[in-house]
């Protein structure tokens, strides 16, 4: 995702996201329909990801902009 895109766009992957998720948990599919929902599901959690890191540019570019505010970075989770 890039900096111009629709906002809703995070919105629906996120709920597609959480869909796949939900039918994978189930377990009551096929090998085959389970490797295409990780794999879907992977894309998706790739795109919601990009989306936050955008935001997240964009909120400290912001703060960066405007002198009066105390930047704070977000933490990032620990990598493993």
């Known amino acids: 995702m890039t900096k ?10 996120l709920a597609e996201l959480e869909a796949v998720v939900e ?3 189930q377990g009551d599919v096929s090998l085959e329909s389970s490797l ?3 794999e879907r599901g992977v894309k998706l959690a790739r795109t919601c990801q990009s989306a936050l890191n955008d935001a997240q540019q964009r909120v400290e570019k912001l ?5 009066q ?3 704070e970075p977000f ?3 620990d990598e493993k």
């Open 23 to 25: 039918r994978l948990e």
């Open 75 to 77: 933490s990032k989770p």
């Open 63 to 67: 703060i960066e902009e405007n002198g």
């Open 36 to 38: 295409k929902d990780f």
């Open 69 to 71: 505010l105390s930047f």
């Open 4 to 13: 111009d895109t629709d906002p809703h766009d995070f919105e629906k992957a």
